[in-house]
């Protein structure tokens, strides 16, 4: 299977070298290697120069596809012909050696496979404990592995909002738990949902489909969206022996109050791709979580070293909530 892998960037010299060196040690090497450009400098031009890769292309973009879904469709349309899978990675991963072997070798075995995500390895401890065992309050687990639960997962299980379904896969009333959930096992897992910046999929597939230009800029959620709607065509999986490290870079991240108001509105637009028409009680729900989530922000304001940054999240957030009243996101079905 010949490959394609498209790294979108934003003035981020450094860490695209860090995970170019690790391409160049992969055991199995792209076919191209596409880098979408849409730095305002010439510091990542610059960097590339110096530094040369084999079946490396590079573009800058203008200002008009500047941002992640509308670098990603721009590479997209520039993917060779002779192209079977395409793969995104963020700027700032590393790569373990087998990266793209592993994730290649998932469409063979599940030649259904639409898309592939690989694993990120690095953001959170787990125990394997076996089976038959009995979580803490403060614990999730899940196939014979465990790890601490988040605060917000742990007060929304107290009153009884967790997710229903298994991680990757999104309930009805939405707020789910991400394939971050699932543990490093080795296994391959189907899901509903991938992360963009860990993702592969099925070349033909973008025949149909493209990421969402209502993600603008940093794009929130853009690939909570794509699969989504991919998965109603068919089987998603991550490979979890597709193994990464996310090294999360600051630059090119939108202010606080941006982000929480993205989190509530691209979070609404999210949810009503996977369900148009949910029930009152779904629809409670999703309310109920969205303010608890925004309550403990304003909590953290009070409580934490951070508190400007929470602070300004929670205005974020509640911002982005009441607009919901007069101004829903138009979901494009």
């Known amino acids: 299977m010949k490959f394609s892998l498209i790294i979108c960037t934003y003035k981020r010299p450094k860490p695209l070298l860090q995970l170019l060196n690790s391409v160049q040690q992969q055991s199995l090497y792209p076919d191209e290697i596409l880098i979408i450009d849409g730095s305002d400098d010439a510091k990542t031009a610059l960097a590339l120069n110096e530094n040369l890769f084999e079946n490396l292309h590079y573009f800058v973009v203008d200002p008009v596809h500047r941002g992640l879904t509308k670098q990603r469709n721009y590479g997209i349309a520039r ?19 087998d990266y793209f072997e592993q994730l290649l070798k998932t469409y063979q075995l599940h030649p259904e ?4 995500g690989g694993y990120i390895f690095n953001e959170t401890k787990w125990d394997h404990i076996g089976k038959n065992y009995s979580p803490l309050p403060n614990e999730f687990y899940f196939d014979g592995w465990k790890r601490t639960d988040g605060s917000r997962f742990v007060l929304r299980k107290r009153v009884g909002l967790d997710s229903d379904r298994p991680p990757g896969f999104s309930p009805e009333f939405s707020h789910g738990r991400s394939v971050g959930f699932l543990p490093p096992s080795g296994k391959t897992y189907e899901v509903e949902q991938l992360m963009g910046g860990v993702s592969s999929f099925r070349k033909t597939i973008f025949e149909t489909l493209q990421f969402s230009t209502y993600f603008e800029g940093y794009g929130l959620y853009e690939d909570a969206d794509f699969t989504l709607r991919l998965a109603k065509l068919g089987k998603l999986y991550v490979n979890t ?31 009503r ?3 148009p028409n949910p029930s009152l009680l779904a629809q409670v ?6 303010l608890l989530l925004m309550g403990i922000r304003f909590g953290n304001s009070l409580t934490t070293k951070n508190r400007k940054t929470a602070l300004t999240e929670a205005l974020g957030r509640s911002a982005g909530w009441w607009s919901l009243i007069t101004n829903k996101p138009k979901v494009d079905l």
Not at 285 to 290: E, G, V
Request: charged share 20%; aromatic share 12%; with cysteine.
């Open 241 to 271: 022996a597709a193994r990464l490290g996310h090294y999360h870079h600051p630059s090119g991240r939108p202010n606080q109050y941006s982000y929480g108001k993205m989190v509530v509105r691209n979070g609404w637009y999210v949810w």
């Open 273 to 275: 791709v996977k369900n």
């Open 113 to 116: 496979a639409l898309g592939v």
């Open 285 to 290: 729900k999703w309310h109920a979580i969205t």
């Open 79 to 97: 993917v060779g012909d002779g192209m079977d899978i395409v793969c995104f990675l963020d700027d700032d991963t590393i790569l373990e050696p």
